[in-house]
DNA sequence: AGATTATAGTTGTATTATACAAGTTATTGA
DNA sequence: TCAATAACTTGTATAATACAACTATAATCT
C-alpha cells in the first residue's frame, strides 16, 4: 500500500484521535465536555439548553445533564426566565470563570511543551490547516 | 484575550475531538476501535490480548473484548496457542481483510473529501505536522 | 517433585458521554 | 378555550473503557 498523503494523514488523525480519547478516558472524563459547555457561557454569555445544545450540536438532553453537572459544582447558576416560565439561562459563575480560565492554562501549558522545537511559522501552519479543516467538517454536518 | 498560535491550535483540536467523538456516537461507534484492532492484526499479524493491549496502550479486559466482538462477527479467529495453553492468537480473517479494506477505502473517500482544494504540499505539511505531533505525544505518554 | 508465585485471559461491575423516547409544564395560535 | 407546539427533565439504552476478582496454566524456588 503506497502511503501517499491522504493515507499518513488519516493514520494520524486515527491516532490522534485514540490517544486523545484512550487519556481522557483514563483521567475521568467529563473534563473535556464540561470545557466546552463553560466555554460556550463564557464566551457567548447566558443561554438555555436548547441554544446550547444547537449551538454543539448536541442531543438537548446531553446538554441538560451537562448543565446539570456544572450546577451542582457551583460553576454555573441557572436562572429562571422571566418571559418564558419554561426556561432558564445557565449563566457562568465567577467559581466557573475561574475553573475555565485554570483549565485553559493547563492546556495551553501541556500544548506549549508538546510543541516544543515548533517554528513559529510551522505553529501557525498546523493551527490554519487544522481550522480549515474543522471549518469544512463543520460545513458538511450542517448539511 | 490574545489569539496566538498555541491558543488557535488548542481551539482547533477541541474542536476538532469534539466533532469526531460526536459524529461517532451518532452512527454507532465501536468503528473506531475495532477498526484500529483490525489494522493491528493486519499489520502486524496474530497476537494474543496482552501483546495487542501493550501495543495499542489499552487495558487487557478492553483488548479481550473488542476481540471476542470481532470473533462473533467473524472477523478474525481465535487460535490457541500450542506452547502455552492459557493463551491464543487473534488473527484476522479473510472476511477481516475485507472489511478494513472497505472501511479504510471509505474514510480515504471522506478524507479526500475534506481536503478537496488543498495542494498537495498543503496535504503533505498537514500530515507531516500531525505526525510530528503524534510523536511527541507518545513518547511523552510512555514516560 | 511439590508448593508458591507469576502470567494470560475472561468476566463482573462501574463510569462517562451520548442518544432517543416519554413525560411535564408553559406558551401560542386557531 | 383547547389543541398543538416548545423547553426542559428524566428514564432507558449503548459503547468504550478501567479496575478488580477469578480461572487456568506456566515458571520458579526450595
Known sequence: MKEDSVELIERQ???????????????????????????????????????????????????????SSLVEKNYVEKLPNPDDKRSYFYKITELGSEELESNRRERFQRLNEMLEGWTEEEQETFGRLLKRYNNTANKRLNM
Open 13 to 67: 488523525i486515527t491516532d490522534f484521535v485514540r490517544r486523545i480519547v484512550m487519556t481522557e478516558q483514563r483521567e475521568g472524563r467529563m473534563e473535556r465536555s464540561a470545557y466546552i459547555l463553560l466555554r460556550q457561557l463564557y464566551t457567548y454569555g447566558p443561554a438555555g439548553v436548547k441554544a446550547l445544545a444547537n449551538h454543539l450540536q448536541l442531543d438537548i438532553s446531553t446538554v441538560s445533564r451537562q448543565a
